[in-house]
Protein backbone atom coordinates (compact mmCIF):
# COMPACT_ATOMS: atom_id res chain seq x y z
CA UNK A 1 0.00 0.00 0.00
CA UNK A 2 1.27 3.48 -1.19
CA UNK A 3 2.64 5.25 2.05
CA UNK A 4 1.52 8.69 3.40
CA UNK A 5 5.16 9.97 2.00
CA UNK A 6 4.64 8.73 -1.32
CA UNK A 7 1.10 10.19 -2.20
CA UNK A 8 1.45 13.67 -0.29
CA UNK A 9 3.83 15.36 -3.86
CA UNK A 10 1.97 13.13 -6.17
CA UNK A 11 -1.55 14.59 -4.60
CA UNK A 12 0.15 18.20 -4.95
CA UNK A 13 1.09 17.86 -8.62
CA UNK A 14 -2.35 16.65 -9.26
CA UNK A 15 -3.99 19.36 -7.33
CA UNK A 16 -1.68 21.95 -9.43
CA UNK A 17 -0.72 20.35 -12.53
CA UNK A 18 1.02 23.70 -13.30
CA UNK A 19 3.88 22.11 -10.60
CA UNK A 20 5.39 20.27 -13.01
CA UNK A 21 6.78 22.62 -15.57
CA UNK A 22 7.69 24.68 -12.83
CA UNK A 23 9.72 22.07 -10.98
CA UNK A 24 11.17 21.61 -14.45
CA UNK A 25 12.10 25.11 -15.21
CA UNK A 26 13.96 24.48 -11.55
CA UNK A 27 16.25 22.37 -13.52
CA UNK A 28 17.23 24.51 -16.00
CA UNK A 29 15.01 23.21 -19.11
CA UNK A 30 13.27 25.63 -21.23
CA UNK A 31 9.18 24.42 -21.36
CA UNK A 32 7.08 25.77 -24.47
CA UNK A 33 4.52 28.42 -24.10
CA UNK A 34 1.31 26.81 -23.02
CA UNK A 35 -2.32 28.11 -21.77
CA UNK A 36 -2.75 25.32 -19.88
CA UNK A 37 -2.12 22.62 -17.52
CA UNK A 38 -4.05 19.52 -17.24
CA UNK A 39 -3.85 16.11 -15.57
CA UNK A 40 -3.84 13.20 -18.10
CA UNK A 41 -4.27 9.30 -17.50
CA UNK A 42 -1.23 8.08 -15.42
CA UNK A 43 -2.55 4.67 -16.84
CA UNK A 44 0.05 3.85 -19.85
CA UNK A 45 -1.17 0.77 -21.60
CA UNK A 46 -0.41 -0.93 -25.30
CA UNK A 47 -1.80 -3.52 -27.26
CA UNK A 48 0.59 -5.60 -24.87
CA UNK A 49 -1.14 -7.18 -22.30
CA UNK A 50 0.87 -5.96 -19.36
CA UNK A 51 -0.33 -2.65 -18.20
CA UNK A 52 1.71 0.23 -17.12
CA UNK A 53 0.93 2.86 -14.35
CA UNK A 54 3.00 6.10 -13.89
CA UNK A 55 2.22 8.04 -10.63
CA UNK A 56 0.69 10.89 -12.45
CA UNK A 57 0.77 12.37 -15.37
CA UNK A 58 0.40 16.04 -16.86
CA UNK A 59 -0.21 17.46 -20.21
CA UNK A 60 0.83 21.31 -21.27
CA UNK A 61 -1.83 22.71 -24.11
CA UNK A 62 -1.36 25.57 -25.85
CA UNK A 63 -5.00 25.90 -26.98
CA UNK A 64 -5.90 22.32 -28.72
CA UNK A 65 -2.66 21.54 -29.07
CA UNK A 66 -0.17 19.51 -27.10
CA UNK A 67 3.01 21.20 -26.61
CA UNK A 68 4.25 18.86 -23.33
CA UNK A 69 3.51 15.70 -21.53
CA UNK A 70 5.09 15.29 -18.19
CA UNK A 71 5.83 11.69 -16.43
CA UNK A 72 5.23 12.57 -12.63
CA UNK A 73 7.34 9.57 -10.30
CA UNK A 74 7.78 9.53 -6.49
CA UNK A 75 10.61 7.22 -5.65
CA UNK A 76 11.74 6.40 -2.37
CA UNK A 77 14.09 4.05 -2.92
CA UNK A 78 16.18 0.92 -5.01
CA UNK A 79 13.60 -0.28 -7.17
CA UNK A 80 15.58 -1.52 -10.22
CA UNK A 81 12.23 -3.03 -11.34
CA UNK A 82 10.54 0.46 -11.03
CA UNK A 83 13.39 2.12 -12.73
CA UNK A 84 13.12 -0.40 -16.08
CA UNK A 85 9.59 0.77 -16.40
CA UNK A 86 10.66 4.27 -16.90
CA UNK A 87 11.82 4.50 -20.71
CA UNK A 88 8.18 2.28 -21.50
CA UNK A 89 6.07 5.23 -19.83
CA UNK A 90 7.80 7.54 -21.36
CA UNK A 91 7.54 6.22 -24.68
CA UNK A 92 3.37 5.01 -24.28
CA UNK A 93 2.90 8.85 -23.28
CA UNK A 94 5.05 10.31 -25.88
CA UNK A 95 2.71 7.86 -28.67
CA UNK A 96 -0.66 8.45 -27.00
CA UNK A 97 0.07 12.86 -26.99
CA UNK A 98 2.04 13.02 -30.00
CA UNK A 99 4.65 15.21 -28.07
CA UNK A 100 7.62 15.92 -26.92
CA UNK A 101 7.60 14.20 -23.12
CA UNK A 102 9.81 14.15 -20.26
CA UNK A 103 10.04 12.37 -17.25
CA UNK A 104 10.04 14.32 -13.97
CA UNK A 105 10.72 11.60 -9.99
CA UNK A 106 10.27 13.17 -6.80
CA UNK A 107 12.91 11.55 -4.29
CA UNK A 108 12.53 12.05 -0.36
CA UNK A 109 16.60 12.49 -0.41
CA UNK A 110 19.28 13.52 -2.65
CA UNK A 111 20.91 9.85 -2.10
CA UNK A 112 17.76 8.44 -3.39
CA UNK A 113 17.82 11.34 -6.56
CA UNK A 114 21.16 10.75 -7.43
CA UNK A 115 20.48 6.51 -7.58
CA UNK A 116 17.06 7.41 -9.68
CA UNK A 117 19.53 9.59 -12.02
CA UNK A 118 21.52 7.29 -13.24
CA UNK A 119 21.08 6.73 -17.25
CA UNK A 120 18.87 3.93 -18.11
CA UNK A 121 20.69 1.62 -20.60
CA UNK A 122 18.06 0.42 -23.37
CA UNK A 123 20.48 -0.96 -25.34
CA UNK A 124 19.86 0.89 -28.30
CA UNK A 125 22.93 3.30 -29.43
CA UNK A 126 21.30 6.79 -28.33
CA UNK A 127 18.58 5.42 -26.57
CA UNK A 128 19.12 5.94 -23.15
CA UNK A 129 17.37 7.69 -20.36
CA UNK A 130 18.72 9.82 -18.19
CA UNK A 131 15.72 10.47 -14.79
CA UNK A 132 15.05 14.43 -14.63
CA UNK A 133 15.24 13.61 -10.88
CA UNK A 134 14.68 16.12 -7.65
CA UNK A 135 15.25 15.08 -4.22
CA UNK A 136 15.29 18.34 -1.05
CA UNK A 137 18.28 19.84 -2.51
CA UNK A 138 17.06 20.32 -5.66
CA UNK A 139 13.39 21.69 -4.95
CA UNK A 140 13.05 24.77 -5.45
CA UNK A 141 12.75 27.82 -2.42
CA UNK A 142 10.40 29.73 -2.07
CA UNK A 143 10.97 32.65 0.50
CA UNK A 144 9.04 35.33 -0.93
CA UNK A 145 5.17 35.47 0.00
CA UNK A 146 3.73 36.46 -3.42
CA UNK A 147 5.38 33.85 -5.40
CA UNK A 148 3.77 31.23 -2.98
CA UNK A 149 0.49 32.16 -3.49
CA UNK A 150 1.38 32.09 -7.19
CA UNK A 151 1.76 28.22 -6.74
CA UNK A 152 0.84 27.05 -3.41
CA UNK A 153 1.87 23.59 -3.82
CA UNK A 154 5.26 24.10 -4.96
CA UNK A 155 5.47 26.44 -1.19
CA UNK A 156 4.45 23.31 0.59
CA UNK A 157 7.16 21.19 -1.05
CA UNK A 158 9.51 24.06 -0.55
CA UNK A 159 8.53 24.47 3.00
CA UNK A 160 8.68 20.68 3.88
CA UNK A 161 12.12 20.54 1.80
CA UNK A 162 13.85 23.43 3.36
CA UNK A 163 12.01 25.16 6.33
CA UNK A 164 14.27 23.32 9.01
CA UNK A 165 17.13 25.41 7.71
CA UNK A 166 15.29 28.55 5.89
CA UNK A 167 12.73 29.77 8.25
CA UNK A 168 11.42 32.05 5.78
CA UNK A 169 9.77 29.20 3.52
CA UNK A 170 7.67 28.74 6.41
CA UNK A 171 6.27 32.08 6.84
CA UNK A 172 5.88 32.03 2.64
CA UNK A 173 3.54 28.54 3.08
CA UNK A 174 1.60 30.67 5.53
CA UNK A 175 0.66 32.90 3.35
CA UNK A 176 0.52 30.09 -0.28
CA UNK A 177 -2.06 28.45 2.33
CA UNK A 178 -5.00 31.26 1.86
CA UNK A 179 -4.81 31.11 -1.95
CA UNK A 180 -5.57 27.10 -1.84
CA UNK A 181 -9.58 25.62 -1.40
CA UNK A 182 -10.18 25.69 2.02
CA UNK A 183 -10.36 21.82 1.70
CA UNK A 184 -6.71 21.34 1.40
CA UNK A 185 -5.44 23.45 3.76
CA UNK A 186 -5.14 21.48 6.95
CA UNK A 187 -3.44 18.97 4.64
CA UNK A 188 -0.94 21.06 3.13
CA UNK A 189 -0.20 22.62 6.51
CA UNK A 190 0.54 19.33 8.37
CA UNK A 191 2.54 17.88 5.74
CA UNK A 192 4.66 20.57 6.15
CA UNK A 193 4.73 19.79 9.75
CA UNK A 194 5.30 16.54 9.99
CA UNK A 195 8.73 17.25 8.06
CA UNK A 196 10.19 19.90 10.46
CA UNK A 197 12.51 19.32 13.22
CA UNK A 198 11.73 20.87 16.73
CA UNK A 199 13.07 24.10 16.24
CA UNK A 200 11.41 24.62 12.76
CA UNK A 201 7.84 23.00 14.37
CA UNK A 202 7.93 25.82 17.05
CA UNK A 203 8.48 28.89 14.28
CA UNK A 204 6.10 27.46 12.26
CA UNK A 205 3.54 27.67 15.23
CA UNK A 206 4.69 30.56 16.12
CA UNK A 207 3.73 32.27 12.93
CA UNK A 208 0.47 30.73 13.30
CA UNK A 209 -0.33 32.96 16.34
CA UNK A 210 -1.14 35.85 14.14
CA UNK A 211 -1.87 38.29 16.91
CA UNK A 212 1.91 38.76 17.24
CA UNK A 213 2.30 40.13 13.56
CA UNK A 214 0.36 43.09 11.97
CA UNK A 215 -0.34 41.04 8.55
CA UNK A 216 -3.31 38.04 9.51
CA UNK A 217 -3.38 35.09 7.59
CA UNK A 218 -7.00 33.83 7.09
CA UNK A 219 -6.03 30.75 7.23
CA UNK A 220 -4.50 30.86 10.40
CA UNK A 221 -7.23 32.57 12.19
CA UNK A 222 -9.39 29.87 11.16
CA UNK A 223 -6.90 27.20 12.32
CA UNK A 224 -6.04 27.68 15.05
CA UNK A 225 -8.92 30.08 16.16
CA UNK A 226 -7.65 33.25 16.83
CA UNK A 227 -9.54 35.86 15.98
CA UNK A 228 -9.11 39.64 16.67
CA UNK A 229 -9.90 41.38 20.23
CA UNK A 230 -13.80 41.67 18.88
CA UNK A 231 -14.37 38.97 17.59
CA UNK A 232 -12.25 36.08 19.54
CA UNK A 233 -14.91 33.89 21.13
CA UNK A 234 -16.21 33.39 17.59
CA UNK A 235 -13.06 32.72 16.21
CA UNK A 236 -12.25 30.19 18.55
CA UNK A 237 -15.72 28.18 18.05
CA UNK A 238 -14.84 28.72 14.43
CA UNK A 239 -11.28 26.72 15.15
CA UNK A 240 -12.89 24.09 16.89
CA UNK A 241 -14.96 23.56 14.41
CA UNK A 242 -12.54 23.08 11.49
CA UNK A 243 -10.21 21.85 13.82
CA UNK A 244 -12.69 18.74 14.34
CA UNK A 245 -13.39 18.87 10.36
CA UNK A 246 -9.40 18.53 9.99
CA UNK A 247 -8.73 15.59 12.19
CA UNK A 248 -11.41 13.50 10.45
CA UNK A 249 -10.27 14.54 6.85
CA UNK A 250 -6.74 13.75 7.56
CA UNK A 251 -7.68 10.32 9.44
CA UNK A 252 -9.49 9.50 6.27
CA UNK A 253 -7.15 10.99 4.02
CA UNK A 254 -5.02 8.47 5.30
CA UNK A 255 -6.95 5.88 4.30
CA UNK A 256 -8.79 4.88 7.98
CA UNK A 257 -12.42 4.04 8.31
CA UNK A 258 -13.31 6.65 10.80
CA UNK A 259 -15.82 4.38 12.80
CA UNK A 260 -19.14 6.29 14.09
CA UNK A 261 -17.88 6.31 17.84
CA UNK A 262 -14.52 7.53 16.84
CA UNK A 263 -15.70 10.10 14.98
CA UNK A 264 -18.76 11.21 17.94
CA UNK A 265 -15.99 11.58 20.25
CA UNK A 266 -13.81 13.82 18.32
CA UNK A 267 -16.71 16.15 17.52
CA UNK A 268 -17.60 15.87 21.28
CA UNK A 269 -14.09 17.33 22.24
CA UNK A 270 -15.19 21.33 23.01
CA UNK A 271 -11.21 21.61 24.06
CA UNK A 272 -9.74 23.47 21.20
CA UNK A 273 -6.25 22.95 22.36
CA UNK A 274 -6.65 18.97 22.64
CA UNK A 275 -8.06 19.40 18.63
CA UNK A 276 -4.95 21.05 17.56
CA UNK A 277 -3.08 18.32 19.18
CA UNK A 278 -4.87 15.78 17.22
CA UNK A 279 -4.70 17.66 14.24
CA UNK A 280 -0.85 16.64 13.53
CA UNK A 281 -1.31 13.78 15.62
CA UNK A 282 -3.28 12.31 13.08
CA UNK A 283 -1.10 12.49 10.23
CA UNK A 284 1.14 9.66 11.99
CA UNK A 285 -1.14 7.63 14.56
CA UNK A 286 -1.63 4.09 13.51
CA UNK A 287 -5.13 3.81 14.24
CA UNK A 288 -7.76 6.53 14.74
CA UNK A 289 -8.05 5.01 18.46
CA UNK A 290 -4.52 5.75 19.06
CA UNK A 291 -5.40 9.64 18.92
CA UNK A 292 -7.08 9.28 22.53
CA UNK A 293 -4.01 7.52 23.80
Not at 69 to 81: F, I, L, S, T
Not at 89 to 98: D, G, I, M, P
Amino acid sequence: MPTREHEIPLRLVQNQPAMAPALLESLGFEVPRYTEALNTSSVLTNCDPKEFNSDGAVVLRDGTENVMAVVVERQHGHDKDKRRSWPAYLVTLHVRLECPTMLLVLCPSDAVARWCAKPIRTGHPGFDLVPLTIGPTRMPVIAKEEEARVLPELAVLSAHAHGNDDHRTLRAVIEALDSTPETNRAFYYDYVLSGLNEAARKELESLMAVETYEWQSDFARKYVGIGREEGREEGREEGRALAVRNVISVLEARGFDVSGKIRERIEACTDLDTLEKWVPAAVTVDRPEDLFG
